[in-house]
């Protein structure tokens, strides 16, 4: 079979580890990468043997080119998203889908108009962690699920990170970051979300970039960046969830538990694609190792990506979608809209876990295509 020809816009640090684990694909191959700063998509195309440096409008008029990556910043994303399915191209984007929700449904409405697909990170809940709890759950191992807790306590990526002044405004903080990949675990292990009430605030104001040129650069905080709240899901399971770049010190919080009427599940950490799965029965006194569904590595970013073209070659839905997306958009900021009005946000959209599931082969055979 042909390989599906795609380009990447946006040639950050976030661009190497989609290359490299894309570069020996049999679905795809990337044949450009375009940049606002042209030296630094050379170089990536230098590193990775790629054919041709665009500017973006060069990449988005080459009629050869199908299928675009879009790694730009957050604050990009959507309008990246619909430039490229005005060119008639498939879009596959880094979290989050968009910054505001009136973006990210006009990125949804755009595609479905179009005949296109939109594909959004994280795509990790494919990974073998995250998919072997699931199968616990379906198996039931911990009875019918009723809460859960979830936990990202961090203080937050300046002391490492070049360029960090995008945390710290909208579509950053700890919740636009990180939230997703909660959140999308939660939403594949427990259904889709029905309401969820919070409190957000500004815990830690000062913060100084700490390495690389920007170092000793002071950083203005325009976001929340710790968020404590509740998620009722539809199915009637309640989760605790707290994110949070003001934690100064360290965390032995877990970061995902499931309870169920019959036991407990302990989630490896949802940033990663592999990690152990505990499961503690009723009435036992020890935890034990879950059997992994299949093997992954602690990091496959891309598989998202190849699902998704394997859904295009079959005409079916794909699994890290923009509908799925969109959802967690749409929770996030429900998070900061419960804080700021004081009460209950119920969610307008839903999302079906098992939709793509029923319509696609094993998860395993992602993997190993990758």
Do not use: C, N
């Given at each position: 079979m042909e390989k599906l020809k795609a380009g990447i816009i946006g040639c950050g640090n976030i661009s190497a580890i989609y290359l490299e684990n894309l570069k020996n694909s049999p679905l795809i191959e990337i044949v450009a990468v375009a940049d606002l700063i042209r030296e630094r998509a050379q170089e990536r195309a230098d590193e990775f043997n790629i054919a041709n440096v665009y500017n973006v409008d060069e990449l988005l008029q080459n009629k050869e080119i199908e299928l675009v990556l879009n790694l730009t910043v957050p604050g990009s994303h959507a309008m990246t998203d619909l430039a490229v399915l005005e060119?008639?191209?498939?879009?596959?984007?880094?979290?989050?889908?968009?910054?505001?929700?009136?973006?990210?449904?006009?990125?949804?409405?755009?595609?479905?108009?179009?005949?296109?697909?939109?594909?959004?990170?994280?795509?990790?809940?494919?990974?073998?962690?995250?998919?072997?709890?699931?199968?616990?759950?379906?198996?039931?191992?911990?009875?019918?699920?009723?809460?859960?807790?979830?936990?990202?306590?961090?203080?937050?990526?300046?002391?490492?990170?070049?360029?960090?002044?995008?945390?710290?405004?909208?579509?950053?903080?700890?919740?636009?970051?990180?939230?997703?990949?909660?959140?999308?675990?939660?939403?594949?292990?427990?259904?889709?979300?029905?309401?969820?009430?919070?409190?957000?605030?500004?815990?830690?104001?000062?913060?100084?970039?700490?390495?690389?040129?920007?170092?000793?650069?002071?950083?203005?905080?325009?976001?929340?960046?710790?968020?404590?709240?509740?998620?009722?899901?539809?199915?009637?399971?309640i989760a605790t969830m707290i994110t949070s770049f003001d934690i100064r010190g360290a965390s032995d919080l877990p970061r995902i538990e499931i309870y169920g009427t019959e036991g407990t599940l302990s989630v490896p950490d949802p940033n990663y694609f592999n990690g152990e799965v505990k499961l503690r029965r009723f009435g036992q006194d020890t935890w034990e190792t879950v059997t992994p569904v299949f093997e992954s590595s602690q990091n496959e970013r891309g598989i998202g990506v190849t699902e998704m073209v394997e859904s295009i070659r079959a005409g079916r839905e794909h699994k890290a979608s923009g509908k799925l997306a969109y959802h967690v958009l749409e929770a996030m900021h429900a998070f900061q809209r419960s804080s700021l009005e004081g009460k209950h946000v119920m969610l307008e959209s839903t999302y079906d876990p098992n939709a793509a599931t029923k319509a696609n082969e094993d998860p395993t055979e992602i993997v190993q295509s990758n």
């Open positions: 060119s008639g191209k498939h879009v596959y984007a880094e979290k989050p889908l968009a910054i505001s929700l009136e973006d990210g449904r006009k990125v949804i409405e755009l595609a479905e108009e179009k005949g296109l697909y939109v594909g959004s990170a994280p795509d990790t809940f494919l990974g073998s962690g995250i998919q072997t709890a699931r199968q616990a759950i379906v198996d039931g191992l911990i009875g019918k699920p009723i809460a859960a807790t979830s936990f990202f306590m961090g203080g937050g990526p300046e002391a490492w990170h070049p360029d960090p002044e995008f945390f710290y405004i909208a579509g950053g903080g700890p919740m636009f970051d990180m939230g997703p990949y909660y959140l999308t675990a939660l939403v594949t292990l427990l259904g889709p979300i029905r309401r969820i009430s919070s409190s957000a605030g500004i815990q830690i104001t000062d913060r100084v970039i700490g390495s690389g040129p920007k170092e000793g650069t002071p950083l203005r905080v325009q976001t929340p960046t710790h968020l404590a709240g509740t998620i009722d899901f539809t199915d009637g399971a």
